[in-house]
């Protein structure tokens, strides 16, 4: 048994703090979740800029979306969310499993929100909204998912 297995099977669930297109377009995310036992994903506008300018796997979608129209932070956000929802359906099925407690993918909201509470929040329910997943979701501090298991939920990998 992996020790990443272990952790789990003791209640710790592992998150990979990271997200680019091509870890989800060469199936790697995928071999992490079962492979080793990852359990959900958090990621930020800083992890997104960074995927962005330092590979060309956004280069098409950018093109796409510049000509619809879209530019700056819209535009930012629409990339994230398309990758984000990706990841969302790879970890629905343990978001399934266990109710919930795991099987979580996350996004912040934008830093520029940091001082505005009122703005935070329904950045976070409409990021959470465009999603259309009950697992992915954009969080501020007071929204950061349960992390106790049911045993009644949980069931053998």
């Known amino acids: 048994m992996k020790a990443t297995q272990k952790l789990y099977d003791l209640g710790q669930s592992l998150w990979l703090d990271n997200i680019t297109r091509n870890l989800l377009n060469s199936s790697l995310l995928r071999s992490y979740i079962n492979e080793l036992s990852v359990t959900g994903l ?5 992890i997104f800029d960074h995927a962005i300018k330092n ?17 700056g932070e819209g535009l930012f956000f629409e990339l994230a969310l398309e990758d984000i929802t990706r990841a969302a359906d790879l970890f629905r099925p343990i978001y399934d499993r266990t109710c919930g ?25 409409d990021l959470h909204a465009r999603g259309e997943r009950p697992n992915p979701t954009s969080f501020t501090s007071r929204s950061w998912p349960p992390r106790s298991r049911s045993t009644q939920c949980r069931k053998a990998r």
């Open 42 to 46: 958090t990621s930020n506008p800083t």
């Open 55 to 71: 590979s060309t796997d956004y280069d098409a979608a950018i093109g796409d979306k510049l000509k619809e129209g879209k530019s």
């Open 101 to 125: 407690v795991d099987g979580w993918v996350s996004l912040e909201v934008s830093p520029l929100l940091a001082h505005d509470t009122k703005t935070t929040l329904a950045e976070a329910e």
